[in-house]
């Protein structure tokens, strides 16, 4: 099976080692790049710092984040503060959404959210309507790289996210590729985009760790998928 990983970096190359491994011929070709951006750290306390990505980490660092309590959106960004020597305060979110389930209990007073340019407000909504405070912190935006895949056979599609996944919406069907193509998304949500962009096998595989993506590329091995 081809797989086309379109997640950023380094994801895609820790993603692309984790599929060889289990036989799969990956096309790491990704769809968005990070671009630091140059911005001063709040000069507040905070009683939670939520970091969206391990970018917002490896951003927020250069930016002299200097450290607090912190909660990490997936494995990989816990990961990344561990490697700053930052012990995550919560064990890592699968999402913003379950975020939300976890702080529900005892919602923070003040409430630091690193992240990209964008992106959803589901956390900042819900703190605001809880009477709390939310300070966004942008440390980073994602480009478009518009990879060449023409001639490339592909078998299933892995993204990791809704801006990726719009870039990998222009790029499929300007080559009037095969709607049916297996695609592989994080969340409902994303879900719920593909098919109203028109992809017509869709499978979310709840999360963007490579523990889940491989599970649900097995199991679509398994069952048989090729280009038809």
Known sequence: MR?????TEPGATRQAGALAKHGFDVLKAPA????????TAPDERFDVAVFVSEHAVSCAAANGWGGGPAMPVGTATARA?????????????????????????S???????????????????WLTAQGRTAVEWDVYRRIRLDPAISGEDIDAIV???????????QLWFAERRDARVALL??????????????????????????SAVVEALLKLREGGCGSD
């Open 3 to 7: 797989v086309w990983l379109t997640r």
């Open 32 to 39: 968005l790049g990070i671009e630091p951006l140059q911005a």
């Open 81 to 105: 503060l561990r490697a700053l020597g930052v012990k995550p305060g919560w064990p890592p979110q699968d999402n913003a959404q379950a975020v939300v389930e976890t702080l529900a209990p």
């Open 107 to 125: 919602p923070p007073a003040r409430t630091l959210i690193v992240k990209g340019i964008g992106g959803r407000t589901t956390l900042q909504d």
């Open 159 to 169: 993204t990791g996210s809704g801006d990726g996944l719009r870039v990998v919406e």
């Open 185 to 210: 998304v994080p969340s409902e949500r994303v879900a719920d985009l593909a098919k109203a962009m028109g992809f017509e096998r869709v499978v979310v595989t709840h999360g963007a760790g490579s």
